[in-house]
């Protein structure tokens, strides 16, 4: 993947913001793939969740919390049983605490509430996971797409909830490494097709139920074939030269669903100059898709132990129109 990476078009290589992140907090994978060192390739995968340096993918503040112990009862009342007890007021208690556990896998950051493992991130990504498995209880067998993954967790929230499937996670090789290790553990049995095993094109997407590709390789997927596309959050740390040929190829490929948060109102300005685009600004084509709600990302504005009256992150919702 990074060989090909250097041979792409470059609004398909990581902008100079995540370039730095990648250098810093991936420096031991990239090392382990230099020298061909398979044991701290996998030392890396096993620890991502509390890895010493930021990665990208998780909450920062857990790096900055966990080495004390005022950081760390930080860490316990306001970011997970806060949380954690907010949601169940928000279910009446319907739902059993065993519905936020999630995998370990990574070694994760979080804390045992009643005998379940709860990861920091674990109640809105629930949330949002119902509601994305909800829009599919209609679909056999439905195939979602997500750019930029993380390591996956969201991706388990909604296809644990779902039969049969086709996941399709298209990001930068080092955290696609992540979310491959995450959701393959989680799910042994499934049908894997990773980067340079086999040509990715729509017509494998009923031969494998966990597909990883290449950010690059998004410009492969079939058009209309996927019932869900998902971004979340890596858009805006995205060049207006990359966010609009990623969004052009999402709704292309997007056949009933897109979603997508990201900043509304404070862009982000990279080291050439350039700024990045805001939500309302992508080009999604209004004529070909309806959107369903504009909201606020709560897990933005009250997922950090207060109220962020200054958070500007939106999660929007389209549909396509029934032409």
Known sequence: MKEDEREVAVCYQPSSEWQAQLSAGYSELSRAIAEDDVGRFHFFLANFGTWREYLGVDS????????????????????LDKEVRWWQRLY???????????????NLAGGYIEGAFVGFGSVFDELHGSVFSGLLDDVAHPVVAELGAGFGRLAYFILREVGRFTYIDFDLPETLCLAAYYLMLYFPAKRVLLYGEAPYSPSVHRSYDLIFMPSYEISKVGSLSVDLFLNKNSLGEMTKAAVDQYVTEMCRATHRYLFHTNHDATPNIYTNGQRGPLGYEYPIPQEQF????????LSQVIGLGWFDRSSDTVMYLYQRRIE
């Open 92 to 106: 009446n208690n319907r739902k059993s605490i065993s519905s936020l556990s999630q995998p370990q896998h990574g």
């Open 60 to 79: 920062i503040l857990i790096q900055h919390c966990r080495d004390s112990v005022p950081g760390r009862r930080f860490l316990q009342n306001d970011l």
């Open 290 to 297: 309806r959107l369903l709600f504009r909201y606020p990302d």
